[in-house]
């Protein structure tokens, strides 16, 4: 999708054509005749002046200014030993092959989000793989480099390394200046309401998980919970904020395809308290997305679940994935604002090895997978037929 600045919106061209059609016809044809002919006392009057005091009078409407920014968004970053052994460069690692074949679509987006189900302690630590993950610091770089504009961390493996690796993680993000959500350094950190604005449209973002495994967190501020009490004044907090929320939630259903009536229930109360957007992740395969009608006359846009963006994870529906984008427009006319959501869309994609040893890449799915293409769209889509599928 691309980014839309309507800086000559449709009310302003409305009268303009309109003031066209009531100029009188006769002062059109002695225009044009003037030229021709000559007449003597056509020359005396310049068209342009007479045609700019016209008599229809144009009463100043205000002029609505239209500005609309895009959002993006991909699923789970869950790094399996496999994934960052493939990615392993000098003393470090090197990511940057796995997304660069899908950056461009990325960075076409005003703002794009990732959920790092993984934390990023780096390998100061040591790094793991399942059950209990800690990932490079360089996958958080790579993230970056392709576009990703901020992280949700409230996941089930939060809290697999304890505090050192959530801690480890966030002086990453902080040190390349990647904003994050969902789990905390502190209470303070935690109070601190993540936005982003662009285009003149602001977003604030959160993220919950439904639990991390039987692990207790050391402090409340380590991990987000979906708690519809502890979630509602935040919710709240954000609409305050600014013009859209967006909250990424961490349930469902491993390997379902479709959302459980827990998902639904929640999402419907989310979208009552006015949430613009919910991004669903954790079941490793891909839900549909779908409209929901909240409360107070609201639509809300939800991904119930975008599957893995990139893991070590086998099976063709657990390498499928993808990006969901949308585009906020934003209306301002007369001091009244309005905010709609349109566009909506999705960028299958595919994770696989570029070669038997190679490193992981995700590729587009018409790309990697082709012959998923289809049932992949005719899935995301069963609920809304206007997503548009893009390859
Ligand atoms: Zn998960």
Redesign the pocket.
């Known amino acids: 999708m691309t980014r839309k600045e309507v800086t000559r919106p449709l009310k302003q061209v409305i009268p303009y054509k309109q003031a066209m059609l009531t100029l009188p016809l006769l002062l059109l044809f002695g225009c044009a005749t003037a030229d021709v002919e000559t007449s003597p006392e056509q020359t005396e009057t310049p068209a342009p002046e007479t045609e700019a005091e016209a008599p229809a009078p144009v009463p100043e409407e205000p002029e609505p200014v239209v500005t609309t920014t895009s959002l993006y968004a991909i699923g ?1 970053i ?1 790094l399996h030993d496999s994934v960052y052994n493939a990615a392993k460069s000098g003393d470090g690692y090197d990511f940057t092959a796995a997304f660069e074949p899908i950056a461009p679509i990325l960075t076409e987006a005003d703002i794009a989000i990732a959920n790092q ?1 993984s934390m990023i302690g780096g390998s100061g630590i040591g790094l793991s793989s399942y059950p209990a993950f800690n990932s490079p610091y360089e996958v958080g770089d790579a993230l970056q480099d392709a576009g990703v504009d901020l992280v949700t961390t409230a ?3 939060t809290l697999d390394r304890g505090v050192t690796a959530i801690e480890n993680s966030i002086a990453h993000w902080n040190e390349i200046g990647m904003p994050y959500t969902g789990s905390f350094l502190s209470e303070a950190d935690k109070a601190e309401l993540r936005t982003l604005t662009e285009n003149d449209i602001s977003f604030a973002f959160l993220a919950y ?1 439904y639990g991390t495994n039987g692990v207790v967190p050391k402090q409340p501020y380590h991990v987000n919970y979906i708690d519809l009490e502890a979630m509602t004044p935040e919710i709240e907090a954000a609409e305050q904020a600014a013009d859209i929320t967006v909250v990424s939630l ?1 349930f469902g259903n ?1 390997y379902e395809t479709l959302p459980n009536e827990a998902q639904q229930t929640l999402v419907q109360q989310l979208s009552d308290l006015g949430v613009d957007l919910i991004i669903g ?2 079941p ?1 395969v891909l839900q549909p997305v779908a409209w929901v009608n909240g409360a107070e006359g609201n639509r809300t846009f939800v991904a119930y679940s975008l599957g893995n963006f990139l893991s070590g994870q086998q099976g063709d529906d657990r390498n499928t994935g993808g990006i969901v984008g949308i585009d906020v427009v934003k209306t301002v006319e007369d001091d009244k604002e309005t905010i709609e959501l349109a566009n909506p869309m999705f960028y299958p994609t595919f994770t696989r090895r570029s070669s038997v040893e190679g490193p992981f890449e995700v590729v587009p799915l018409q790309t990697g997978k082709p012959e998923l293409f289809e049932a992949t769209s005719q899935h995301m889509s069963q609920w809304m037929p206007e997503l548009e599928i893009v390859q």
């Open positions: 789970d869950l189900e996941n089930n493996h998980t961490h491993e992740h954790h490793h």
